[in-house]
């Protein structure tokens, strides 16, 4: 027979004393998270964490990518896509569960280098073509690089900008090709280089969102995450305004 031990007092002293969580049921939840969301999610994650005991498993990469492997079985409980459009095709195909999904963040695309004197407010050295690359995502597989072409096609510069294109598998590798210096510009989420209202470093242009579609991002509970409370627990929070304090911070409208 197992011997009980009684709990010393003191061991309750020092929880209430140090705030050391105890959450009999906390558990961990995996989320698929597109590559534009990576900073946030990760302060997301560590509050997420100490509010709720809560542990997240994240993975980083292209929606397009996600939506694959989510087909053949990936047991990711939450995808925090870079569209509403991915969302939808799971819930449609019975990957997602219905009516789960909603609007955590709409993005803002930006126009951007590491050198400070390059990039106008106004993306007039577009116009000019004084660059031999731009960087740009995949527009076939994510939403900014569509938003991109876009832009691109919208202000009439599609012949002077198309053949200096270099194509980025994502939004992630595209902001890789230019902090790297092998693109001396390129459009990528503002997210990616906005921080407590200001870009962290470089220059930039923020694209007016009327030269693009809404970069409208959706979450979606999965299948493997139907009834897993620390699933649900961070759709919650997403929507709290704690979340929405970071999200906005980073440059997204929540």
Not at 161 to 167: D, G, H, M, R
Request: a positive charge.
């Amino acid at each position: 027979m197992l011997k009980r031990f009684p709990v010393p007092r003191s061991f309750f002293l020092a929880v209430f004393a140090f705030g050391i969580p105890i959450n009999a049921h906390a558990a961990e939840v995996r989320v698929a998270v597109a590559s534009n969301f990576t900073a946030p999610m990760k302060v997301i994650g560590q509050i997420f964490q100490k509010d709720t005991g809560h542990r997240t498993s994240i993975s980083y990469g292209a929606t397009g990518q996600f939506y694959a492997q989510i087909k053949n079985g990936a047991p990711f409980d939450i995808l925090l896509a870079a569209d509403e459009k991915t969302p939808t095709k799971l819930e449609s195909e019975g990957l997602g569960v219905l009516s789960t999904q909603f609007t955590y963040a709409t993005g803002r695309l930006v126009l951007w280098s590491t050198q400070a004197a390059l990039i106008d407010s106004e993306g007039e050295v577009l116009k000019s073509g004084n660059f031999n690359k731009i960087a740009i995502a995949n527009p076939k597989l994510a939403p900014y690089g569509a938003a991109a072409m876009e832009v691109i096609n919208n202000t009439g510069l599609t012949a002077v900008i198309t053949p200096k294109l270099v194509e980025a598998s994502n939004i992630g590798q595209a902001f890789q090709f230019v902090s790297s210096g092998n693109a001396p510009l390129g459009f990528i989420a503002l997210s990616q280089v906005f921080e407590s209202g200001k870009l962290k470093t470089g220059s930039g242009w923020m694209i007016p969102s009327s030269l693009h579609k809404p970069i409208r991002q959706n979450a979606i509970l999965l299948n493997p995450g139907r009834n897993e409370p620390a699933a649900q627990a961070l759709m919650n929070f997403l929507r709290s305004n704690q979340a929405k304090e970071v999200i906005r911070s980073f440059g997204y409208e929540p």
